[in-house]
């Protein structure tokens, strides 16, 4: 390799790592914003009423309202908003553990230039064992499952035989 080839290969692996350095931090956040959204819901499954009293005196006192707003409508958006944050930090997730390989290649093609060690985080990291898509698969196919049997089973009901009992068998769910 040229040193110019070479150069340009070490600024596209620094540039490469900056970006993942990013996705990491906001896959942290997503998931640090995950667990106070499910303490929030939490807190509104064990003790409602509390809930509701709490969020309404809070808000009648921040807001001077002349009285407490109805909440019922908050719960909704809690769900809807702990659904959003859930999905969102999954694909982050997924998009740092697809970036990892990527830059194991080009630790690959410099180390062949440097020094056989030369990686981020060298040869520590096993490649083939992917805790994240495992994890993901099995809550695809462990959580999703109910969900997916009962929409494929009135999809079968009313279109596409076919393709409802494709999805079934991709779940497993038979």
Not at 15 to 21: A, G, I, K, P, R
């Given at each position: 390799m040229e040193p110019a080839q070479f150069e340009i290969l070490h600024e596209?692996?620094?540039?490469?790592?900056?970006?993942?350095?990013?996705q990491r931090?906001?896959?942290?956040?997503y998931f640090y914003l995950v667990i106070a959204v499910?303490?929030?819901?939490?807190?509104?499954?064990?003790?409602?009423?509390?809930?509701?009293?709490?969020?309404?005196?809070?808000?009648?006192?921040?807001?001077?309202?002349p009285i407490a707003p109805d909440l019922g409508y908050l719960r909704?958006?809690?769900?809807?908003?702990?659904?959003?944050?859930?999905v969102r930090y999954c694909q982050t997730a997924l998009s740092v553990e697809r970036h990892y390989d990527y830059i194991h290649d080009i630790e690959a093609l410099l180390s062949k230039h440097v020094h056989e060690a030369?990686?981020?985080?060298?040869?520590?990291?096993?490649?083939?064992?992917s805790t994240v898509s495992h994890l993901g698969r099995l809550s695809v196919r462990g959580g999703m499952s109910p969900?997916?049997?009962?929409?494929?089973?009135?999809?079968?009901?009313?279109?596409?035989p076919?393709?409802?009992?494709?999805?079934?068998?991709?779940?497993?769910v038979v």
């Open positions: 596209h692996y620094r540039d490469s790592c900056t970006v993942m350095q990013g931090a906001a896959r942290d956040r499910v303490a929030v819901a939490w807190f509104d499954v064990v003790a409602p009423q509390d809930f509701a009293a709490i969020v309404g005196d809070a808000l009648k006192t921040r807001l001077q309202l909704s958006i809690l769900w809807f908003l702990l659904l959003g944050l859930t030369f990686g981020r985080e060298g040869n520590g990291l096993p490649l083939e064992i969900l997916a049997a009962w929409s494929c089973r009135h999809l079968d009901a009313s279109s596409d076919q393709l409802a009992a494709s999805v079934m068998a991709w779940l497993g």
